[in-house]
């Protein structure tokens, strides 16, 4: 007779939130205001819209709160959704995370990991093979899947050892960040360059350079600068997407009703604290505008950072050359601990749809360490074929804008629920009223309107992949259920 395996409750209060920041806090925060800053060109906004990034991302972990204490099971939004709307939704949501939301991140994240290992080991630039100009794969990618393979394996081990490296990471990185936040700031406050930058800080304008290396600047007014900081808000999301991952492990935490709230709440709210002092430190130490060119980090300034490193920048101010290594470095335990997060969660998820009957029949064993083991190894393979393709740069733009539709639909299944299951438990209420939730999904949808107008490609893509997902339903799902 086989032995029963089963998911373990042996994640506690620290663990969750560890999961939730570690998960958050990759490579974005050391890049995405660079992009930022030549899309609006404003100090005074660029503080704007990380704060309203801060709210949205804990109104909205708030609100998963009461989904989680309603539903403390393997697989989180993907089962909410289900419970709110039905099959179809959930697996347009599960299609969606595991063709290019949960994936394309890790792939993405991977390949910020060797991007910055290759500050130390410069042959992995090497280029091994190329098609024409515009793909190009060399050991930097080889590096990415390596580690994808590594941490996949890893984490089969059993959620101990995953949590533990979880652990280990999120405390590091969260470390080390504070330590740039309080150098940079006692450094940069002794300077001129805080009070500059905010001189004329709602003076918005959008920078770009043209193919002769020449720079176009243009003045935005009114409506224009409400369309643009609708548009690169984008940045912002993504480097504090991933906190609703610690719902997919729901079937793995200690009392779950009530540390899988408090882990969202508190994780969210670590990162954000730390998000916004990271950029009033790169405003104190860099100016907002620049020239591109390699003629020096605050020739630069924030626009046109080298390769957008604006954190690397901001610690050469502090250190001198010598921190562009440091910050490699924290770069690198930032993306593997951040990694380790996303994988370890992922895996739960497609488990959950496989106990389901929506994702292949194998995912949803458990090994005998009470891992989906295989579940892992699906999601590893797709991760290195998106490392492999080159793209993922623009999946996670898109990715991005599919998770935003996702987390409107899920907060929104609230009301459907508090209207159709009144009596069902609830220990943790979000609100008690629903302005909150619903101001998510006013300032969401005009986020997501604005992208629509000013990145309707990428955008447009995000669209069709989610649609794809329907014929794949009917096709194959939908005949198994009717």
């Known amino acids: 007779m086989s032995e029963k395996h089963e998911l373990q409750r042996s994640l506690g209060l620290i663990d969750a939130t560890s999961v939730v920041a570690g998960s958050m806090i990759g490579s974005g925060i ?19 819209l990380w704060l309203i990034t801060g709210f949205l991302t804990m109104t909205a972990a708030l609100s998963y709160g009461e989904l989680a204490g309603m539903m403390p099971k393997a697989g989180g939004q993907f089962v909410y959704i289900q419970r709110a709307y039905g099959r179809l939704l959930s697996f347009l949501y599960g299609w969606t995370v595991f063709t290019v939301i949960q994936t394309g991140v890790i792939a993405a994240v991977a390949v910020a ?17 190329s098609i024409g100009e515009s793909w190009v794969f060399s050991y930097k990618q080889v590096l990415a899947m390596a580690i994808i393979v590594l941490l996949t394996y890893i984490n089969t081990k059993g959620v101990k050892t995953g949590k533990t490296i979880q652990l280990v990471f999120t405390a590091a990185k969260l470390i080390a960040l504070f330590s740039i936040i309080i150098l940079g700031l006692y450094v940069g406050l002794k300077t001129d360059v805080l009070a500059d930058n905010f001189a004329n800080m709602w003076e918005a304008s959008k920078t770009v350079v043209n193919p002769d290396g020449t720079v176009t600047v243009t003045k935005l007014v009114g409506i224009a600068v409400l369309g643009a900081a609708g548009a690169t808000i984008i940045n912002s999301l993504f480097s504090s ?3 609703n991952n610690v719902t997919f492990i729901a079937g793995e935490i200690r009392e779950p009703k009530k540390n899988i ?37 605050m020739s630069n300034g924030i626009m046109f950072a080298a390769e957008d490193r604006v ?20 770069i690198m335990i930032s993306t593997f601990g951040c990694n380790s997060g996303l994988i370890l969660s992922g895996g739960r998820l497609f488990y959950a749809m496989a106990k389901d009957g929506q994702f292949f029949k194998e995912a949803g064993e458990l090994n005998e360490h009470d891992v989906p083991a295989k579940a892992l190894w699906f999601q590893c393979i797709w991760a290195c ?11 996670l733009t898109y990715a991005t804008f599919a998770s935003l539709l996702f987390y409107m639909l899920t907060i929104g299944g609230i009301f459907i629920l508090r209207k159709r299951e009144p009596d069902a438990e609830r220990p943790y209420k979000a609100f008690g009223y629903p302005i909150i939730p619903v101001l998510y999904i006013i300032v969401t949808s005009a986020i997501c309107v604005a992208l629509l107008v000013y990145d309707t490609l990428n955008t447009g893509l995000g669209l069709v992949i989610v649609a794809l997902g329907i014929p794949v339903y009917f096709l194959t799902l ?3 259920t009717v």
């Open 30 to 48: 050391f890049i995405v205001t660079s992009a930022m800053a030549r899309d609006i060109g404003s100090a005074g906004w660029i503080i704007v």
């Open 113 to 129: 990991f060797a991007k910055y290992t290759a500050v130390f080991i410069e042959d992995l630039n090497i280029e091994i093979f």
């Open 241 to 243: 997407d991933a906190w």
């Open 261 to 297: 709230p408090r882990s969202l709440f508190l994780g969210t709210m670590i990162v954000t604290i730390i998000y916004i002092l990271a950029n009033i430190a790169y405003l104190a130490l860099l100016p907002m505008k620049g020239a591109p060119g390699d003629v020096g980090v």
């Open 311 to 330: 954190g690397a920048a901001a610690a050469s101010v502090i250190m001198g050359n010598i921190g562009v290594f440091v910050m490699a470095g924290l």
């Open 385 to 395: 074929v998106l490392c492999i393709s080159g793209r993922y740069g623009d999946l």
């Open 478 to 480: 939908h005949k198994k």
